[in-house]
C-alpha cells in the first residue's frame, strides 16, 4: 500500500520568525495524521523549519537542487548539503523554475538524478499549461515529461521517488482539475512509469496532485485510485488550512 504525502511548497513566503510559529501551531493539529506531511521551505528557513519540528512528525523539505554537488553556482543549492543538514525531500522540476528559472526537462532529469545520488527523494513535478490541455495533448506531455525525468533512473530509485502531477492552469488560479480529470491524468502517469519499467514499480510509486488542493476539495480528490497526497501551495501556508489536508481522512 502507497502511504500518501501531504507536502506544503512555501515557495518564497514566511521568514524564519513566521516559520517557527507555524510548525509550532501545525504540529499539535496533525500528530496523528495518516500520511507524511512534509513542509517545503524557503532555503533561508531550513533551520528553523527542523527547530521548530523536532519531536514532531513533520518533515522538512527543500524547494529545489542543483545537478551537482559543488562548484560555480552562484545561489544554487547543493543537494550533498541537503542531505548533510538532514533534508530527505526536494521539489524538482516545479513549474514555476520551468517557467521563471529556464528548468527544462533535460536539467530536471539531471537534478533528480543527482537528488537520488546523495540519498534525497525527488518529488517531481510534471504538467500542462491551459493551452497545451485545450489543444489536447494532456496525455502526451505528462507521459513525455515523465519519461524525460526518469531517464537513467534504475528501477529501484523510481519506486521510490515522488511525482506530482501539477497542472499549470490550477496553480494559485484557484482553479482546479476535477477529482475525476486529475485522477486520468494520474493514472497516464502511473501507465507510462508501468511501461518504462514494470507493474511493481508503477504500483510503489507515489503520484501527488497539485493545483489549488485546498480544505473544500481534499477528500474528494484523495479518494481518487492514482492520487496519493497533494503538493500544496497557498493551503499549505497557515495552521489551519495545511491540518484540515493532513487530516483529510478524519
Not at 529545489?64 to 530527505?88: D, M, R, V, W
Not at 530536471?108 to 489543444?135: D, F, Y
Not at 511493481?200 to 481518487?224: C, R, T
Request: glycine share 8%.
Amino acid at each position: 500500500m502507497r502511504k500518501p504525502i501531504m507536502a506544503g511548497n512555501w515557495k518564497m513566503n514566511k521568514t524564519p520568525d513566521e516559520t517557527k510559529a507555524m510548525i509550532t501551531a501545525l504540529a499539535p493539529e496533525i500528530e496523528d495524521a495518516d500520511c507524511t506531511v512534509i513542509l517545503c521551505t524557503p532555503a533561508v528557513c531550513i533551520s528553523a523549519a527542523q527547530e521548530a519540528a523536532k519531536g514532531s512528525n513533520i518533515q522538512i523539505g527543500a524547494q529545489n537542487c542543483h545537478f551537482e554537488n559543488s562548484g560555480a553556482y552562484t545561489a544554487e543549492t547543493s543537494p550533498a548539503t541537503l542531505k548533510a543538514i538532514g533534508i530527505q525531500y526536494v521539489i524538482v522540476g516545479h513549474s514555476e523554475r520551468r517557467q521563471y528559472f529556464a528548468e527544462t526537462d533535460e536539467t530536471v532529469n539531471l537534478r533528480a538524478k543527482a537528488a537520488l545520488s546523495n540519498g534525497l527523494t525527488p518529488i517531481i513535478c510534471v504538467g500542462e499549461s491551459l493551452a497545451q490541455r485545450e489543444a489536447g495533448v494532456t496525455e502526451t506531455l505528462v507521459r513525455y515529461q515523465t519519461t524525460a525525468a526518469l531517464s537513467g533512473i534504475s528501477a529501484e530509485d523510481a519506486a521510490s521517488l515522488v511525482i506530482a502531477y501539477e497542472p499549470i492552469w490550477a496553480i494559485g488560479t484557484g482553479k482546479t482539475a476535477t477529482a475525476e480529470d486529475a485522477n486520468v491524468v494520474c493514472g497516464y502517469i502511473r501507465s507510462q512509469i508501468a511501461d518504462l519499467y514494470n507493474k511493481q514499480v508503477a504500483d510503489a510509486i507515489v503520484i501527488q496532485y497539485g493545483g489549488s488542493v485546498n480544505p473544500k476539495n481534499v477528500k474528494e480528490l484523495m479518494s481518487m485510485e492514482n492520487i496519493d497526497g497533494g503538493l500544496v501551495g497557498g493551503a499549505s501556508l497557515t495552521a489551519e488550512n495545511f491540518s484540515q489536508l493532513a487530516n483529510y481522512n478524519k
